[in-house]
């Protein structure tokens, strides 16, 4: 349902009266503003979403969001456990063309937003729903090109995670199977993608359009490295493991040692069977809860974040790393002795980083809120350490972290800043685009 009213009735009923022409029927799955700690990336990927189509001159006509006011109760810290509304229908948003075709007549594009979390995949339901409507509006609303075939075009997954579960859903007998698909992902950066969304006797494409963490780890340590006179043995990666994102890195670095916590909560840093290996620390899988509390406690942050001389004034938007109060892809912390052991796994983790004379720490984690709070918290018990990270994202310019993320190094297939940041694609050759993350490459999936 769109608008409370069936589809192919509002299409139909719109096409008498303007003569509308349906050119596309497009699925995008992003975080579930709702059931995750990631709403953040909801916002900024349907910001880029909705950009491409007006890049593409393409306006908003009308769109629904199921229980927009529970969709939004997480950021609100309203006290609520009612599952998120967007697992049993997807969110809707119809575009038209700025003018019309040759044919007098007015382009329409539909869009479907499905939910993911980075640890349950694509919410089934949803996508199953999205699905079946797209196949009603094309095989009945008569608007679109019977001479082509049906190719289904999906920007997704947003996790390298959630690529199984798509998987899962397009060899579904309950879905529709349309002659071709294409997979544009805009986020996931894992090699292994291709390989999973390969289905059995179907036509599949999958395309990223970001640089992968393998091929951004080869240039930091074919180029970045030798730059800097930092050995490979002398690189350390911070990373989580609770994800498939953790995972894959884990895996781009072959015969990597790692430094799994001992039953103590000591770091111990196993042999590495190659000197050019990296050795990986895995951080706690709930620092976010650590997070939040020396965000309500800013006492016990210790050393206060500032910024550094000449780089303008304090922001006046505060940025708070409280999570919202009912992600659904981490089991809950009880007990209130978590946040302080989580300290002291930090401190051994430093304590180790020093011992073992690292020069370069990596923070890669899904979501910039760890990656600050990492580096502010390891900044403070290693002062001389410098800190590198894949991917963009603004909020690491953010001048009250400046101390944190003084000369962080930062990997990604996007510049955090419009000079020099021309799209060679554009009409006009002096646009701008600011990049707000790299979510900018939902934009470039759907151009």
């Known amino acids: 349902m769109f608008l409370r009213r069936p589809l192919d009735q509002y ?41 491409a189509f007006e890049f593409a001159e393409y306006l908003k006509d ?34 038209r063309k700025g003018r019309p075709d040759s044919l007098g007549r007015q382009p329409l594009v539909l869009l479907y937003i499905v939910g993911e979390t980075p640890t349950g995949g694509i919410f089934q339901r949803a996508f199953q729903t999205a699905l079946a409507e797209r196949d ?26 959630s690529a199984y579960s798509l998987k899962l859903l397009l060899e579904s007998d309950s879905t529709p199977r349309p ?50 006179g930092i050995l490979p043995s002398q690189v350390a990666v911070l990373q989580e493991f609770s994800t498939q994102y953790g995972r894959n890195i884990q895996q781009s670095e072959p015969d990597a040692g790692s430094a799994a916590p001992s039953s103590l909560g000591t770091p111990r840093r196993e042999r590495r069977s190659t000197p050019d290996a990296f050795v990986s ?24 974040r500032g910024q550094l001389p000449g780089l303008g004034g304090q922001s006046r938007v505060p940025l708070d790393l409280i999570d919202p109060s009912r992600p659904a892809e981490d089991a809950p912390v009880t007990s209130r002795l978590t946040p302080p052991t989580m300290d002291l796994l930090l401190d051994q983790i430093a304590r180790s980083l020093t011992e073992n004379d690292i020069r370069l720490v990596g923070i890669l984690a899904t979501d910039v809120r760890d990656k600050l709070f990492l580096a502010h918290e390891l900044r403070r018990r290693m002062r001389d350490v410098q800190f590198f990270t894949y991917g963009t994202n603004l909020l690491l310019l953010r001048t009250d972290w400046t101390q944190a993320m003084h000369g962080a190094l930062v990997l990604a297939t996007y510049p955090l800043i419009p000079d020099g940041a021309a799209d060679p694609t554009a009409p006009v050759r002096t646009l701008r685009f600011t990049f707000g993350s790299d979510l900018y490459g939902d934009r470039k999936s759907v151009v």
């Open 136 to 161: 009603t509006l094309l095989r009945r609303s008569g608007l679109g090109d019977s001479s082509k075939p049906d190719t289904l075009r999906l920007v997704a997954p947003t996790f390298s995670g």
């Open 11 to 51: 299409l139909a009923d719109t096409a008498a009266a303007t003569r509308v022409v349906l050119q596309d029927v497009l699925i995008a799955t992003l975080p579930d503003p709702h059931d995750t700690h990631l709403d953040w990336m909801w916002d900024t990927q349907l910001e880029s979403i909705v950009r």
């Open 179 to 228: 002659a071709h698909i294409e997979i544009v992902s805009g986020t996931a950066t894992s090699l292994g993608n291709v390989e999973t969304l390969r289905l059995s006797g179907r036509s599949v494409h999958f395309s990223s359009t970001l640089h992968s963490d393998a091929a951004l780890q080869e240039v930091l340590r074919d180029s970045v490295l030798p730059t800097l």
């Open 62 to 95: 009308r769109f629904y969001f199921p229980n927009p006011a529970e969709l939004t109760s997480g950021w609100k810290n309203d006290p609520t456990t009612a599952p998120s509304p967007l697992r049993s229908e997807p969110a809707v948003i119809l575009f």
């Open 281 to 304: 620390y895995p951080f706690p899988a709930s620092i976010s809860r650590l997070r939040s509390e020396f965000e309500r406690h800013p006492e016990l942050r210790g050393a206060e």
